[in-house]
């Protein structure tokens, strides 16, 4: 496992720059939004705007992938990341701002895409759920790292923008110069709304609801700690906490899916994730980064599971479509989250941003007890739970939490 690390380190150290200065302009943007004086809904815009670059990238970057290859691509992506970072930093106007945050989107899922098709295809089957534990620890550990990086400038300054283009770019050296040879191709990306829906009802609206909250988090969660009057050192502290949180809770909550009815854990869950933003709501300002640990331990595994069960009924299709499907699914609901969660603090104050994911993982956790009460689990588990942690590994899946395997058996019917 470690000389299989070792050999990928270059390729490791690139995503550590690169989701470090991602992690630092998710937690930037909507500050600096708030500071320009923009409202919730024109926060919630960008956010979806963002999350639809996202989604377009994931269907058209495979396709530049075997144009180009994996190496210039990656560098074209990060180069045209690093310009939409900088470009954010000249200029206040919203439909400018539009524009960057979608390319923001489209470049990021292509750098997931690439760094984890190349991955997947230089680790041996044997070391895979290894490899994967310490990408998905690396990918966490950056994310939190960006978010505290808020605490090294002045937020009214450009500085924060330019420290992370500085650390978007740095990514593209160790990719650059490395002696791993590089994959041949990315498969392109196929969705089929019926066959998720299928596959896996729970799966499929587990998928949507994670997309929806998460977002929510990541898009206004910064905006929210300004409105309630926290200062920055605060709000970095809790926007990385949440993320912490994740991290340490996906690979006990799937170990725990291992042993009983998937669906069971993740409506436990989300109404624990509800219950915990009922709390949020209700508390001073000063105890809410210590529950946000909380909130991201429960909210932020959903998906892993949501792709864990999906892959359990699976059968003779493919898992491509499939995990691209519930890539979709997530994404969907990642445009629709920032939006209604940002119409609700408009209409309802800033608590609103608390209230949401609460009133969605109830009702959602509603209906994943009515389709576990109408049918019983149609297979047993087909394999172990493995931590897929970004939208990309978890949807265009090159990392397949099967470890490959393709001749599994399954039930050919409907699932929840």
């Known amino acids: 496992m470690i000389a299989s690390v070792l050999r990928l380190s270059t390729l490791l150290l690139g995503v550590a720059f690169l989701l470090t200065g991602h992690g630092l302009q998710l937690a930037l943007i909507p500050l600096r939004a708030e500071l320009a004086g923009w409202n919730s809904l024109y926060i919630g815009i960008l956010g979806s705007v963002y999350f639809c670059g996202f989604l377009f990238g994931c269907f ?146 587990g998928a949507f609801v994670a997309g929806m909250v998460a977002s929510v988090y990541y898009t206004l969660g910064p905006a929210y700690g300004l409105q309630v009057g926290m200062d920055v050192p605060l709000i970095s502290l809790m926007m990385a906490l949440g993320i912490i949180g994740g991290a340490l809770s996906l690979l006990p909550l799937g170990r725990l899916s291992d042993r009983m009815d998937r669906r069971v854990v993740i409506v436990s869950i989300m109404f624990a994730g509800a219950l915990v933003s009922v709390t949020a709501f209700l508390l001073p300002v000063s105890g809410i980064p210590a529950v946000m640990f909380f909130f991201g331990a429960f909210v932020m595994p959903i998906q892993a599971l949501c792709l864990a069960h999906a892959s359990d009924h699976i059968g003779n299709q493919s898992f491509l479509e499939v995990g691209t499907g519930l890539l979709v699914m997530n994404a969907s609901g990642s445009i629709v989250g920032p939006l209604a969660a940002a119409q609700a603090m408009q209409w309802f104050g800033s608590g609103a941003f608390f209230l949401f994911p609460g009133v969605v993982l109830s009702i959602s956790g509603v209906a994943v007890v009515l389709m576990i009460k109408s049918r019983q689990p149609a297979v047993e588990h087909h394999s172990k739970f493995r931590p897929v942690t970004t939208a990309a590994a978890q949807g265009a899946l090159q990392l397949d939490p099967r470890t490959g395997d393709d001749d599994q058996e399954g039930e050919g019917e409907e699932r929840d």
Do not use: D
Not at 190 to 205: N, Y
């Open 60 to 205: 058209t970057i495979p396709g530049l992938v075997s144009r180009i290859g994996h190496i210039r691509c990656f560098s074209t992506l990060t180069a045209l990341m690093t310009a939409a970072v900088l470009v954010l930093a000249l200029f206040n106007q919203f439909a400018v701002w539009l524009l960057l945050r979608f390319l923001c989107g489209v470049a990021i899922s292509g750098l997931y895409l690439v760094i984890e098709s190349w991955l997947n295809e230089k680790t041996e089957n044997h070391v895979r759920g290894a490899v994967l534990a310490t990408y998905t620890a690396i990918v966490l550990t950056a994310l939190a790292g960006g978010q505290l990086l808020l605490n090294v400038a002045p937020l009214e300054t450009q500085h924060l923008f330019i420290i992370s283009a500085v650390l978007i770019v740095m990514a593209a050296i160790p990719i650059c110069v490395t002696s791993t040879t590089q994959p041949a191709r990315i498969p392109g990306a196929t969705f089929s709304p019926l066959l998720v829906i299928h596959t896996s009802r729970a799966a499929a609206l």
